[in-house]
């Protein structure tokens, strides 16, 4: 009896790859302008493995072709092993774009490096390690700024380029603290960008909220000078977007795909048979 | 009707006593067969949680991704199988029979996606508390291998064990304390926690 369980879970596990395999046409992105600039969408909280993410950047990156982002950050707590893998990937024309990151993790404060090459260590204020970000080309972003990090008073939301506004947080009390942060930092820097990010770390799913950037090419520099520049809205999981109301009115007109899923049902069964399938080889 | 991996679970000591008695020794290919469905649970979990569908790709990248935490498994068993004298059987034989108590931890891993699935508990939280379960059932299972498989004393299975087991948990912690960012972002994280329940 088990070991003909063993043998229909090993057929189970087979079909259920098999079937999610042949369901994961990656999409194309279609490129979309908007007067001057691109609209990309990006994220720029992510963690990846080897660090406290699940996924290496080589399936981050099709992870993030699946979710509709033409851009994301790897940016592990403190330390720079995962974004090193980045120029070791296959190079893929259509894929998005990995930029090496960190997030700057201190008691008083979580600061996101993006466009970093090297870990920078957590200063005792933020506007130190953002002034090194800044020393080495990267952007400064403000990580979920609520009351809990004491290290964002003015000072420190004035030195920062953008600050995370839009994020899937299940407490009212937490959505509002960030969207107070940004209007406070607004009004120090009116230029200050509207990020929305994910977090992603092992569940699923990556780029629940997001960032749109107008950027004037699409590359890493194209994508650090919008952030620099604050050409950005933030988007949260409910669709709500942040940021200059021009540009807010600018992607509500031509808001870029979002995450593509055309055979749900096939990619349900097939981790159903895939996990059923697992278990019933280890059980 | 059950598996030897769900009776050794079950029943540790008549189990591993009934197989110590059978003449068997595995190759070494053999014996990696249980610790290679332990990697087969990681490598189909790892991809549901995080992206809610298994592919080929996505499931060799967690294989191979996530083969260290096996290996850093493989290695501590082996360091407590060698140092045992009084051994009853031979080495492959001995690691089988070791990868054949790992159920509760597998049966975790298998059961991570519903975990982390709660919208009120933070994913990495849920991941924490529920390891203690796994951890402590094994800690069961592996005096009764160490008695039966390893032929140690009663004592010295406990005391083998409690090695074993802060050798582990402390590489865990380790490796939690470096992808956090080190003890200051994981205290400052444990306070914000318990100011959010």
Redesign the interface.
Known sequence: MPRLLRTLGAASLVAGVAIGTLNDALPQRTAIRSGEYWVLAGDFHVHAFPGDGTLTPFALRDEARRAGLDVIAVTNHNQFVAPRLIPWLPADSGAPMLIPGEEVTHAAYHLIAVGIDRRIAPADSVPEVAAEVHRLGGVAIAAHPGHMFSGYDDRALAAVDGTEVARAEPKEKYRREFFEAFERARRLNPHVAAIGSSDFHSSAPLGDARTYLFVREPSAKGVLDAIRAGRTVGADDRGQLFGDPSLVERVRANMPAARTDPHPWRRQLSVVLAWCGAAAMIL | ??????RVALAPEDTYRQLVSEVTQPRWWQALARPA??L??LA????????????????L??A???S?VLLIQIAAALVTIGSAASRRVGLTRALDLWFAGH?PY??WI?LL?LI??S??IW??DA?AVTFIVPTVWTTFIATAYCRTVLGTTAGGARSRVAAHQVVTLTVTAAL?L?????I??V??YLL?TL??S
Do not use: F, K, Q, Y
Not at chain 2, 1 to 6: D, F, G, Y
């Open positions: 009707m059950l598996s030897i991996n769900a469905l332990v087969l649970a189909v979990v790892v991809p549901i949680m995080a992206a809610g569908a298994v592919t080929a790709s996505l499931v990248t967690s191979v991704a996530w260290a159920l597998t049966a298998l996606p982390t699935a919208h009120t994913p990495l991941i939690t470096w992808a956090a960012g080190g200051d972002a205290a400052s914000r100011e959010r």
